[in-house]
């Protein structure tokens, strides 16, 4: 979580003019209001107006000329800044959530003139232009350390997690968590006692299901080892999962999948390997709500997270956070919940199968 910050006079002044201008819609140099003005409109004294327009002259957002007054600087003569996106695997940016909330971020950048840049390496291996040039980070949380964390507030640079993490800091909240949750406890209501969780797509997704999951087996008196997981990063993984599938013994009723690509995947091997019916011999739920899924012949149970919009929402709390000052705070989104046609309730004659 952020920790609130507190405000001083001279902040609220720069937040409030940086965001007026951010959202001025022309393209050249405007002028603004004077120090008499802005003192009488803060109810502030003038050396505190100086304070902040020097801060604002700073950060490459007004200019003063002397006997005219003070001027905005317009969308085509502003200063390129970037905001990174931190990625420690290289592997990530191939992963559809990672993507849309680029894309996202791409959207809302190039009208406030950011660049976006993606960054491999770790910020104790961040040259001094890359620091300098960084006004903002979004975070990927996978393979980043709490040290790493350390060294962007050091180097006081306003960062977001792009989904919940443990690590300490602002991040968008998707509710991953709790949907996993809904889910689960949806498949234990109609009788499905017993379940597999399918991961591969990015660890720390894969993770916030697994707490959810976790948490509804919890609540039913339930041990998260009753759970069979499954990676698809591993060769032959599918098939393993189909051999579990075919032993009646050990066979679950039901199959969580982090993200509808390995579901597919998933279904396309069964199919391969077994005469298993969906949904009636067992059901399937899924994450994220691929733009696949309207062209595939199952109506896949899934969950849907607004990426795209999370990274727009991201790109733009982390500009503002840039050119005012102001501290970054957590993002809020809300799921969408589609019911599918692939989970049934499960009845006595399908368990004696």
Partial sequence: MSRPQKSTARSRVVGTLAQEILNHSSEGSFAIASEHQLCRRFNISRVTVRLALSELEAKGLIFRRHGKGTFAVGRRRRIRRTIGVLLRTPRTIQNRPVAEIIRGIESTMGSLHFNVLLIQAPPEEWSPEVIRDLSGVLVI?????????????????????????DLPGPSINFG????????????LLLGHEKIAFLTGLEES?????????????AAVGKHPIDVIECSFRNEGCSEKLIVELMNVLHRPAAVISCDDHLAVQFIHS??????????????????????LLPHLELDIATVEFDFFEAGRLAAEMLIHAALTGEPVNDIGLTPTFHPGRTIGRRSLSTVAR
Wanted: charged share 30%.
């Fill in 141 to 165: 949380p996978t393979a980043v350390t709490p040290e790493n964390i350390h060294l962007l507030r050091y180097c006081k640079k306003p960062f977001l997690f792009s989904w919940e993490t």
């Fill in 176 to 187: 991953q968590v709790e949907a996993a949750r809904l889910a689960t406890e949806r498949l």
């Fill in 205 to 217: 997704l894969d993770a916030l299901k697994r707490q959810g999951i976790h948490k509804a087996l």
């Fill in 270 to 291: 069964l199919r391969r390997k077994s005469k298993i019916r969906i949904p009636e011999d067992l059901s399937i739920t899924s994450f994220h709500k691929s733009p």
